[in-house]
């Protein structure tokens, strides 16, 4: 097991400075410079690109930014935050993201496992169609209606939370975010639920511990549930990684100092440190969440052994 | 007035019932981001408090920092402008009186001012505001080693030597100002600007920066609330770095504190039209900017404040291109399109369609009077589909072609791809023989493509810099980046010469030839003019306002009615 994690951990380190090489190249292909301006004249911009560093060759570009990053330098913005270092901006933006992206994905998989517990358990009943309805409208409704309408209906008519998010009530104000991220994720994972829980219910071994005359709550969550998760937990990660890189249209509409709608601007800008910094980050938070997710599977399916835990 | 709740329901539910089918995100600001009334100074309000008047205002990017010298963003410019002060300011009235200067001497050839700074005029660490303030300012602008984006309004104000320090290569030393002593500034210019004041009134890039101050700081000056000092009416007392939020209040140091009339200033950072709208119905914005559906909605509101920015929308023609460098073919495209559709039918904003290069209620003559009624209101190349059709037939004729295919420009913007589709319907119509098809392209590729000449004709825009014809006309000029049109004519530079040289104090002359520039560019249709925007806002009715000259609001001087 050590084994097949250090590999894994070596393997991310090399698809991490792939990525940043491809990065590199990809950005050099964008329109424009970080210095689109109208106003400034070639002179100006190539004074720019000395200050910055941007003439020199691509791949002594690349040589210093990842010696630089390793001390955890990771340049200054070009534009978004003129000569703001960019960890310094990201350190103000990540937290209020990863918080609200937990928020959701806790919310999200407790209700969503609830919802489809309920409906398998009712199956065909109209609990079911319930269930499957929701989930069906809570997988197809645009984010933007569904926090624009919550945004309506609980904050502007009822008045009980913020319309926006402030860093001065970040509890209240991020109940109504936490609701309109959570909806993508809980329909789908009400959805799993539901069809796995379904057949593990009629397979032989419940139907063995029934007769056995185990409880039906402990039928259900033990013997049903833990069989039932196991496909769901393949789609946990990029759930997870979904919610935790920020939202642009949630942050847009909620007004979220996060880092979702700051890649988008980055990217439109050519703030090239910004856009490698982030795209370094989330690289690295999928490397690590999809290896998490890999050895979870052995924890909950004995079946399935890794291969390198094998050897 | 505010609550026009059943208004908002029906817009709110028809936007939710019309879920996906719209795939942007709800972007507003129509575009007009850009330079909406952040002139100088800023906008609108509401707060129904007995007592101080806080102004809530909404802002479409992040304040990327405070640095008078190296900033070029809108947003930042507006709160630039709220936190220093210039040479001279503008006054409750409207006017440009002094600010930190309290006396300037003109010599007699207009080309040597003498400024004085005022003894009353402390920085908020404590420290005088000094000449050295305006002198270390100025040349850290034409400093090439900063490559501060406005350094070009050097060259503009005709400060002496600029060009060549700017771009040129030549020492700081040789940039024409001085501060013989403390309290002296003194500013040579190559030839009198008549709008010189204005500059120095509304220019952010010209505000003094303390000297000392911004060495102490390393290149952290003005990035956050602790690397700033304020000289201005207000200072930032909320200012997270990466949050949506920021507070302006009052400046005690402040020489005119007493004449301030606002308390407070916070911005917010909201980008979603829908959801600036409910912040507005709820009172928690005191202004804000519509577009789309919600102008028609909120059409008959009192609160209702049409802006018209000085600005243009234009199609450059690339002279270059082995079609365009026709002038019967510019003039064909010139003539055949009906503007009034694109104002009436597609943008529906209150924008206005032009047949000219200058935009009309702008730039003012001393006495008041515009540069359009000045010189009489002339129209260019007006629709005139029997015109259009003769150019268009001699332009085969000179083009040695029966029929041409041409590739229309344009940045992406839900406005822009209808104007454009609108004009390439008009131009295959009327034109026959003409086949166009259109480039969308992002704002950077579309700069990039101009920029490079890599285009045959497209759609680009201009908002005037300050307040004077050249704005304009300065970037038909061989030696302008911005001739994206890569038109080059000799009696047109000529002109330009004399606008900026011996004619730069006659007044009435200058702005003949000027005039004489505008029509020379359309008699040759190097652009074709197609509208110049107006920007809707809803507005806190509950106060008064104070304007400039051009109808930008001084924020400072509003007041409860």
């Known amino acids: ?311 | 007035m505010r609550h026009n709740v059943k208004r908002l329901t029906t817009s709110v539910l028809v936007s939710l019932s019309m879920v996906a089918g719209l795939t942007a995100c709800g972007n507003e600001g129509g575009g007009a981001g850009a330079g909406a009334g952040t002139t100088g100074t800023t906008q609108g309000n509401t707060a129904t408090t007995t007592d101080g008047i806080n102004l809530q205002y909404s802002v479409t990017e992040e304040l990327n920092s405070l640095d008078p010298n190296t900033n070029y963003s809108a947003t930042s410019m507006g709160m630039i402008t709220n936190c220093y002060e210039g040479l001279m300011a503008y006054q409750a009235d409207g006017t440009i009186g002094y600010g930190l200067a309290s006396n300037v001497d003109i010599s007699e050839d207009g080309c040597t001012y003498t400024f004085t700074i005022r003894d009353e005029a402390y920085w908020s660490n404590g420290d005088k505001v000094t000449s050295n303030d305006f002198y270390y300012s100025w040349r850290r602008l034409a400093d090439p080693d900063m490559g501060c984006t406005y350094a070009y309004m050097l060259i503009t104000a005709g400060v002496k030597n600029a060009m060549a320090v700017c771009y040129q290569g030549a020492p700081l030393d040789d940039l024409g100002i001085s501060c013989p002593d403390d309290k002296t500034f003194v500013v040579e210019l190559d030839a009198p600007r008549s709008y010189f004041n204005d500059l120095l009134a509304a220019g952010s890039y010209f505000m003094p920066v303390n000297q000392s101050y911004v060495e102490s700081c390393g290149d952290q000056f003005a990035l956050d609330k602790e690397h700033t000092i304020y000289c201005g009416p207000f200072q930032m007392s909320e200012w997270e770095v990466g949050g949506t939020t920021y507070l302006l209040s009052k400046n005690p140091n402040y020489y005119a504190a007493d004449s301030v009339s606002v308390d407070s200033i916070r911005y917010t950072l909201l980008t979603d039209a829908q959801q600036k709208i409910l912040a507005w119905e709820s009172g928690k914005l005191d202004q804000v900017q519509l577009s789309g559906d919600f102008i028609s909605m909120y059409a008959s509101d009192p609160d209702l404040y049409k802006f018209g920015y000085p600005g243009l929308f234009f199609i450059a023609f690339n002279c270059e291109d082995e079609y365009f460098s026709n002038r019967n073919l510019r003039m064909a495209v010139s003539t055949a399109i009906d503007k009034s559709v694109i104002v009436d039918s597609i943008l529906c904003d209150g924008s206005v369609a032009a047949d000219y290069a200058i935009p009309a209620d702008f730039a003012k003559d001393s006495k008041g009077v515009t540069f359009r009624e000045n010189i009489g209101n002339p129209t260019y190349n007006t629709y005139d589909l029997a015109a259009a059709s003769t150019y268009w037939e001699e332009a085969k004729k000179e083009l040695g072609v029966d029929s041409i295919s041409v590739e229309f420009l344009y940045n992406e913007d839900s406005q822009l791809a209808s104007v454009a589709a609108y004009i390439q319907s008009e131009l295959q119509k009327n034109l026959p023989g003409m086949s166009v098809t259109l480039r969308q392209t992002s704002y950077n590729q579309r700069l990039a493509d101009m920029g490079n000449g890599d285009y045959q004709f497209g759609i680009t825009r201009w908002y005037a810099d300050y307040q004077d014809a050249s704005t304009y006309l300065d970037m038909w000029i061989e030696t302008s980046n911005l001739n994206y049109e890569n038109w080059f004519n000799e009696e047109y530079n000529e002109l330009y010469k004399k606008v900026v040289g011996e004619l730069a104090l006659d007044e009435e002359k200058r702005i003949q030839t000027q005039a004489k520039m505008e029509e020379i560019i359309l008699s040759e249709a190097a652009i074709c003019p197609l509208y110049q925007p107006v920007f809707t806002y809803l507005r806190n009715n509950n106060y008064e306002y104070v304007y400039t000259a051009t109808g930008a609001t001084i924020t400072r001087f509003t007041k409860r009615k």
């Open chain 1, 1 to 311: 097991m050590l084994k097949y994690c250090l590999k894994r951990i070596g393997m991310a380190a090399i698809t991490t400075l792939i990525i940043i090489i491809i990065l590199f190249f990809l950005l050099q292909l964008m329109p424009g410079s970080p210095f689109n301006n109208e106003r400034l004249t070639p002179d100006q911009i190539a004074v720019l690109n000395t200050k910055y560093g941007l003439d020199k060759p691509l791949p002594l570009q690349i040589v210093i930014y990842i010696k630089n990053m390793i001390t955890g330098d990771f340049g200054v913005s070009y534009n978004i935050q003129q000569n703001y270092p960019v960890a310094n901006l990201l350190a103000t933006k990540f937290p209020t993201t990863i918080r609200l992206g937990l928020q959701a994905f806790v919310v999200g998989i407790i209700f969503g496992l609830i919802l489809g517990i309920i409906a398998a358990l009712h199956h065909n009943g109209p609990l079911d169609t319930g269930t499957t309805i929701f989930a069906m409208l809570g997988s197809s409704v645009p984010s933007h209606v569904l926090a624009l309408g919550l945004v309506f209906f609980l904050a502007y008519k009822c008045g009980w939370f913020p319309l926006t998010y402030s860093s001065a009530q970040p509890v209240l104000s991020s109940i109504l975010p936490t609701i309109a991220l959570s909806i993508g994720p809980m329909a789908m994972t009400a959805r799993y639920t539901r069809n796995e829980m379904i057949e593990v219910m009629d397979s032989e071994y419940i139907t063995l511990a029934e007769t056995k005359g185990v409880r039906r709550f402990r039928v259900v969550v033990v013997h049903g549930l833990k069989n039932a998760l196991i496909p769901l937990i393949t789609t946990l990660g990029p759930m997870l990684m979904g919610l935790m890189t920020g939202s642009t249209v949630c942050e847009q509409i909620f007004a979220i100092p996060g880092i979702g709608s700051l890649f988008i601007t980055a990217i439109q800008a050519n703030d090239y440190n910004v856009v490698i910094t982030l795209a370094f980050i989330f690289s690295m938070m999928y490397i690590v969440t999809l290896l998490v997710i890999d050895l979870l599977y052995g924890v909950i399916d004995p079946r399935i052994r890794l291969a390198g835990g094998k050897k």
